[in-house]
């Protein structure tokens, strides 16, 4: 069991820069997810994917923010004009069907 | 609105001693709860669920306990060890979605 992957571990970006990030499930998992985890907060709902389709997104993920999970295998979320209020922590996880979702280490975003 | 929350947002305990974290939910719709222990710079590890058919369910070392009457989700952590240090988040699934719901989280401190 590789577990969920995600990379990089770290990103340092400009305000306004665009960023990507990408998500590897583990390899059985139909379902998919983003979460955003701020210091000292519960992670909170960004979108899910069931294999490829995205089936929810939440209200905090503005215009800005895409994920795409293409052939319903790795994902990867963009985040186009980031603002220093995107610093965050943010986490991948995937389960199969309704079972615990299992979560990546996350990718540590810093915009300056 | 949905929301998860933690009574306590730090609890120290001797080690060797019992530790229990408490949540309470908002929504009395959610149908299945999760407890995650999160460990500084790694993503949500998953501990112990429960479906709200039911009222408790053990592990190894866990036992988590709900009460829908007052909505109140626990974790209990027999024999409390230093590797048990960490944030401690609950998480529901409200009825007929697959998002799940994080609480703030409740950091465990264990004493030597």
């Known amino acids: 069991d590789t577990g969920v992957s995600q990379n990089p571990r770290h990103k340092i970006t400009k305000r306004g820069q665009n960023v990507t990030f990408r998500c590897d499930p583990i390899?059985?998992?139909?379902?998919l997810y983003w979460y955003r985890q701020t210091l000292g907060q519960g992670p909170e709902f960004l979108t899910y994917?069931?294999?490829?389709?995205?089936?929810?997104k939440s209200r905090l993920l503005s215009d800005r923010f895409s994920a795409e999970r293409p052939k319903g295998s790795f994902s990867t979320l963009e985040i186009q004009r980031t603002e220093q209020g995107d610093s965050a922590m943010y986490l991948c996880a995937s389960s199969l069907d309704i079972l615990p979702l299992h979560f990546g280490n996350g990718t540590r975003l810093t915009v300056t | 609105g949905e929301s998860v929350g933690l009574h306590l947002p730090t609890l120290s305990v001797q080690e060797g001693d019992n530790s229990i974290i408490n949540c309470a939910y908002s929504n009395s719709a959610s149908d299945y709860f999760i407890w995650y222990k999160q460990e500084s710079g790694k993503g949500p590890q998953f501990i112990i669920d429960i479906r709200s058919n039911m009222d408790k369910r053990q592990g190894q070392r866990v036992t988590v306990l709900l009460n829908k009457t007052v909505k109140h989700l626990s974790l209990q952590i027999a024999a409390t060890q230093p590797g048990d240090s960490a944030v401690y988040f609950c998480?529901?699934?409200?009825?007929?979605?697959?998002?799940?719901?994080f609480g703030t989280g409740t950091r465990l401190k264990v004493l030597a």
């Open positions: 390899s059985e998992h139909n379902r």
């Open positions: 994917f069931q294999n490829e389709a995205q089936l929810e």
């Open positions: 998480a529901d699934r409200p009825q007929g979605t697959y998002k799940y719901i």
